[in-house]
């Protein structure tokens, strides 16, 4: 019997075959950029990677959560500086009355701008993650003898926060739900509307701090009912330093950058409406790239996204 073989092709076919899973093997990890594609590539070496990205996204977070820290602190900061001018003139009026130069006259006229700054009436008004730092805000004004009213907003009971501990340092605390399952029913407008208008509540500035869209409508109703109001607009601040200029606010005839002109503004001046769409357009790519077209020189760049 005669056997036809031809061994010189067998081999070659086989050498052909790993040439090609080795192609195959680089093409893949041009297209992804990735030395390791599948454990098998190196089981020792996908091991460490896995290891390692785990603690690059623990990092991240990390990250993240001091960012929000920082930006928690920069609001409460920002806001206590608006209502610190009450306290520090009670402070130096303090200090003037404690002086042997003052007649009896002069140290009565003291004492009645003392208590006529204690008459101020001050409403916050807080929602969401806002609550948080009014929080420290109201504590430190009733150390220093000033009452202050606040309305905590929420969509719903299960997500209020921070209930307790503002009702140990506010004068009056009081609790709006959308869907009414907790206190009264309607959101931080109505209460307001509810406290002023029906109640005949009378407040000398409101303090505003919480979602954009929730500002704007406490500015437009404290407007009407002439009340000046203070916003905190950390909302729209990214890097918290002035360089990418993402916090860019039309307030009033000027430009300003929240995170270092503020946060904190005159919420009658602000353009909520800009402020609400530059938020919405920083979603895409095409966004930015429009943001830097029409702002140009105004626009700082430095994003990462906008190559500026």
């Given at each position: ?108 006229a003291i ?87 029906n109640q ?74 800009q402020a ?33």
């Amino acid at each position: 019997m005669k056997v036809n073989h031809n061994m010189s092709a067998v081999i070659t076919n086989k050498q052909l075959l790993r040439t090609e899973n080795k192609v195959t093997e680089a093409m893949e990890r041009l297209s992804s950029g990735l030395k390791i594609n599948h454990s098998k590539d190196n089981p020792a070496g996908m091991a460490i990677s896995n290891k390692l990205n785990l603690q690059i996204e623990g990092l991240d977070q990390a990250s993240q959560n001091a960012s929000d820290g920082i930006s928690v602190l920069q609001t409460t900061d920002g806001a206590l500086n608006e209502v610190t001018s009450l306290i520090q003139r009670m402070r130096e009026l303090s200090v003037q009355a404690a002086s042997d130069s003052n007649t009896p006259d002069d140290k009565k006229a003291i004492q009645q701008e003392v208590e006529e700054l204690k008459k101020e009436k001050i409403l916050f008004v807080c929602g969401g993650v806002g609550t948080a730092p009014v929080y420290p805000q109201v504590k430190w004004m009733k150390e220093h003898g000033v009452d202050v009213d606040v309305i905590i907003g929420a969509r719903t009971k299960d997500i209020m926060i921070l209930e307790d501990a503002m009702r140990e340092v506010a004068a009056n605390l009081y609790i709006a739900t959308d869907d009414g399952s907790y206190g009264f029913k309607g959101n931080g407008c109505d209460q307001i509307n509810e406290l002023v208008k029906n109640q005949g509540k009378e407040y000398t500035k409101v303090v505003a701090i919480g979602p954009m869209i929730m500002m704007k409508f406490v500015c437009l109703l404290t407007k009407e009912l002439n009340i000046p109001t203070i916003v905190s607009m950390n909302p729209i601040m990214v890097d918290g330093t002035g360089m990418c200029g993402a916090c860019r606010l039309q307030v009033g005839d000027e430009i300003k950058f929240a995170c270092v002109d503020g946060p904190e503004f005159d919420g009658h001046l602000v353009d909520f409406d800009q402020a609400m769409q530059r938020q919405r357009m920083y979603k895409t790519e095409e966004g930015r790239a429009m943001l830097k077209l029409k702002e140009g020189d105004t626009h700082h760049g430095g994003c990462g996204h906008c190559n500026g």
